[in-house]
């Protein structure tokens, strides 16, 4: 490059943004290595190895967050790939009230999380709750919608993919109005109906899309806080616990070290997943 | 069945279901906010026998000292604040780093970026960060925390837009004499508005909305922000529904009126941003 180039486009202009973004976000990043590795009171610390990890990994309580932190990420990423993908290609399809349909599914994206907790524990009572008496009236038994513990991790999975689901819909729509018309006339030509349309067509060619989605909801997924404080704060037990759910427990109990260690598991686990997954997923796009 | 019928019953089954799954919790929450706190606690879909909405509403902003008139104040404060800074030096960097795209550097300082937008941060070593610079539980610490963790999807963003403004702008702005600094600032930063004001909205409502960071890095009763007073209003009103969700309602209204305005900007952000990342 020039040196006419890095005088006009200097990288000055970065330094601002790269301050911020360095002491606030890199170094802590960086810093959380050697802390995960200490006892720490903030003003003091002992290094002790890697006996916070072993702690993390043999105390149930701790290591219940792994599992339950990669099913809640695998339910609400496939839920809202399903959804969407549906959602979208019927929001692209030729029905009537459609930018109303669009705007309702949408909205939800847009509110307080800890709003729609709130919420939806309470239509989530089992015996108050609106959910459970429309299923009395219905003549149904609801369950014990968050304080089961075979089912309180998938009711507030479904939480999230009630709110999630607006912006995996959009990039759905977006990946499908992309795809040239003709393909769908050539397909009608020769024979072809709807379903073959959906099946044929519009899966295979909204995959950018769709990975997008994957790979935006699979991360979010494992690093759900916030749903998970407002409605359950990891009850009963410790089964709705996830991981940062974890994180802040241990941070509020004064275990800094512990909690930094909890941090940098989640930190390892989104990269050893959530990257490998993104080159997958670019890589067969390119392959199709 | 004859194609329009098809549009006509598929369309209207849609919205017999969106209304089932998005209006009934829009509705429970709003009608149960209108009423007294004996009914609010059946928690039905009933009509309230006597309206409610102004003591409810007025008992709400009040309650502990007025505590939600100064979460909203602290709310819109932290919000403008880190949107300002967070404008100016996104879009700096996404001017570099578009203009330089190629350039030695550039595929570490991409790689860096991308990273911000996946990897959850560190939160005990940052506490420890603001501490020891003296910003912990300060306006100034949480604003530059929502900046630096919102900085990667607003700069991706405006690396993005800046790769459809042709450099020959840049060329002819050169040739006239002008450099660097006042090519950005009075030729740039103006191109780029239709993207800026994506981020703005966007950004604004993320912002508003977030409830882990100020739980994090700006505790303290004084420091109330919305979501914060939101959650604890949870345990202090557990048998005052009807203020909970007054509560609930006055939140939810700076997103929605944003939403109203200018819902094209924000699917238009949300999925040019979701895209690129």
Redo the contacts between chains.
Sequence with gaps: ?STM?K?????V??L???I??F???????V??FF?SMTR?T?TDWDFIGFDNYITFFSETALSIGFRNTLIFAVVTCGLKVLLGLLLGT?LT??????S????????????????VG???S??M?PS???IN?SLAALGLNGPDWLGNVKIALLSVALVDV?KGVG?AT??F??GITAIPQEYYEALKIDGGNAYDGFRHITIPLSR??MN??I??AF?GG??T??LI??MTKGGPGFTTDLI?SI??KQ?QAGF?GL??AG??I??IG??LL??PLYRFLTRSEVDQ | MS?GLK??V???F??LL?TV?????FY??IINSFKNQAEAA????ALPTTFEIFNNYKEVLTTADNMLIRAFYNSTLLTVLSII?LI???A??G???Q??E????SST?NF??LA?L??????????????S?GLFKTLAGIT??E???H??FS?ILYKAFMSTLPREI?ESA?IDGC??VR??FSIIFPLLKPVTSTIIILQA?NIF?D??NP??FFPGANNAT??LT??NF?SRFTTS?NL??AD?VL??IP??I??IFF?KK??AG??AG??K?
């Design positions: 490059m180039t005088r006009r486009y200097s990288y202009f970065l601002p943004a790269a911020i973004y002491v606030f976000f890199l170094l802590p990043t810093l959380s802390f720490w903030l019927l399809s030729s029905i009537i009230f459609k109303y349909l669009r705007s309702v599914i949408f909205f939800p994206t847009l509110l307080s999380t800890i709003a709130i919420t939806f309470t239509m009572h108050q709750g609106l008496i009630w912006i959009v990039i729509i977006a950018p899309a997008t989605v790979i935006l991360i494992l690093r806080f916030d404080w407002a940062a994180i802040y941070y800094y909690a930094t941090n940098v989640l930190f989104v990269s959530a990257f | 194609t549009r006509f598929t369309g209207f849609a919205v969106t799954v998005f209006w009934v919790p429970f929450v059946e928690m039905t879909m800074i100016f030096v996104s700096m960097a001017f570099v780093m203009r330089r190629g350039g030695r550097a300082i860096l970026v911000g996946m990897i959850p941060p560190a939160i005990v070593p940052t506490i420890w960060v603001l501490d610079i530059l925390i900046v630096a963790l900085f990667p700069a840049d050169f450099g660097g090519l950005f409502i909305n409830f882990v739980l994090y919305v979501q939101l959650y949870m529904w909970l969700f609930i939140i939810s997103p929605l944003l939403f819902n924000i699917v949300m999925t979701a895209v990342g």
